[in-house]
């Protein structure tokens, strides 16, 4: 008798299953927006190759952008760093994180809305019950109750409402996902730039000791010949100021080193008083010779900023069809089976049985505008994530195209201050074997030794410019994150 009793629940739930699958969705639908129709980064014709007379660099347009792309510049001891950093960071560990949160809050989230939620329960109470509360004669009589049902409830998504809200949270997930990409190769490209900076510290310090140890022997020299009565005092304070000036510059470029590893040590998520990070020098560096281009069309769909973007553009569509269906009718099925009885042997009995099956439909007629207030909202949250998806896509073509142009320059300027390095090291000597025989003065050796130290400190500045500068390309193109293996883009 029970069972056909609850058998009108059984065509409700076919019913059920009928409806959900012919239920529309308003609001817009997401269509990726499309890629820029630009053919070039930079104004004017982009050179094939950024050369000087030693180490040419060629732009490959063929040339995919492969995930580690550190490894191109045969730096064993940069290739152990960043893989330890990518492995202890600790913001990488957090964005890892936040991308758990929210794919499994989106997970539960999809459960929730789209598959009915069925519930057990089950209860024992004791109750005294007067009939003469309800108006008729009687003593009090006190039982146990005890029940024992299965609920369950549904919302008709008619309208979408419980999908775009899913839909949100799977953009929101996308958007964590590319954060945590945008997160490690932007970890890498930092580890290659820092190592880079402490190398070129590290020369340019061992330049001015050596230019310190220069000075002070020419001051040893001069005062030799002051006390023969061939120079000057004059000549002797020079050079003393001169050795003081550049004396007080090494502090700085010390300082400027123990950060610059200190900060090594942050990125692959160790103290800087423990790290034991190995030493840098430009010389254990090589310059890649083969740099990716992607084509334009190609990068907005490998840059994870741009992709984040994309996703937050996604998501506030997706918020728009929410708030949209909000104004929509909402009905909500139910049904239960179970069980009562006064004690707990009879639970089962036939005559214990007990079913409900309900429906309930919510109509929003007036809520003093606010839903239509709400609507122009998402529209304007959609039309402002629309700005800054375009916005971010500016900015990253303008980065590529800075990128390009900087290592043009940084090819030109490396040759130059390579023959400048050279000239003024070869005047150097020059005027040091003149000065010695009396040929020139004391102020033309120290105008030479300036323009030694200066020139070889530009020397050691362009070449590190350089090799920066060719690992922000990688970086720019996307850091090759799509090529990892079982990487999905």
Known sequence: MNRTAFSPALPGLALLATLIAGCGMVGPDFERPAAPSVGQYTEGAQPATASDQSTPQTFNRDQAVQADWWTLFHSTALNALIEEGLKNNPSLAAAEAALVNARESASAERSNLLIPAVNAQLGETRQ????????????PNTFNLTNASVQVSYTLDFFGAN??????MEAQVDAERYLLQAARVTLAANIVTTAIREAALREQLRASEAV???????LGILETREKLGAISQTEVQMQRATLAQTR??????????????HQLAVYVGKFPGEAGLPRFELKDMTLPQQLPVSVPSALVRQRPDILVSEAQLHQASANLGLTIAGAYPNVTLSASFGSIATRPGDLFNTGSTIWSLGGNLVQPLFHGGALQAEQRAAQAALDQAAAQYRQTVLNAFQNVADVLRALEADATTLAAQTDAAGASRRSLTLAQ??????????LTLLSAEERDNQAQLALIQAQATRLADSAALFLAMGGGWWNESGVTP
């Not at 074997?433 to 004391?442: D, E, L, P, W």
């Open 248 to 261: 007080a510059t090494l502090p700085g470029l010390q300082k400027q080193l123990a950060q610059t590893r």
């Open 433 to 442: 074997a003149q000065y010695t025989s009396g040929g020139i003065s004391f």
């Open 163 to 168: 999908r775009r809200q899913v839909e949100s």
């Open 212 to 218: 310190e140890q220069l000075e002070s022997r020419t």
């Open 128 to 139: 005294r019950l007067s009939p003469e509360a309800f108006g008729f004669p009687g003593n």
